[in-house]
């Protein structure tokens, strides 16, 4: 009866589905350092890095670069990624808080006076595909 029980309340945990977003990256001029993916599942914590759902990263390949974010449950996404040619693990920015290195955002790209809200970024991953984002 135990197992039966314990079976019931795992079940949905295990019938949740995985997936697998295959990123390509556009544009990156150099092969320095590495490319940093930021994935966030929330509009209210979108660019704040300490509240980031998923990160991941990958050596720089001049031209494009691929990244695979596996096992995200189904769900709304917004991508933010820069390349940090100098690996110090952080983006650089100038004194007015401009971006010294490339970034990028799924569906959007900078505006004018800062980045592009969740909304304009944000995507359903229903099941596992492929984005392109350009630097």
């Known amino acids: 009866m135990k197992k039966i029980l314990v079976l019931v309340f795992l079940l949905p945990l295990i019938s949740q589905a995985q997936h697998n977003l295959s990123v390509e990256i556009n544009g990156v001029r150099t092969s320095n350092g590495s490319i940093k993916v930021a994935v966030y599942n929330k509009s209210d914590n979108f660019l704040k890095f300490d509240q980031v759902f998923k990160a991941d990263s ?8 691929r990244i695979s974010l596996n096992d995200l449950p189904e769900g709304e996404y917004a991508l933010a990624i820069f390349h940090d ?3 110090n693990e952080k983006l650089d920015t100038n004194w007015l808080g401009v971006p010294k290195e490339d970034i ?12 592009p ?3 304009e970024c944000a995507f359903k991953l229903i099941n596992s595909h492929e984005i392109q984002i350009s630097l």
């Open 104 to 115: 990028g955002f799924s569906n959007a790209s900078m505006k004018t006076f800062g980045p």
């Open 58 to 65: 990958v050596k720089a390949q001049k031209g494009i670069t």
């Open 117 to 119: 809200p969740y909304k």
């Open 85 to 87: 040619e100098n690996n």
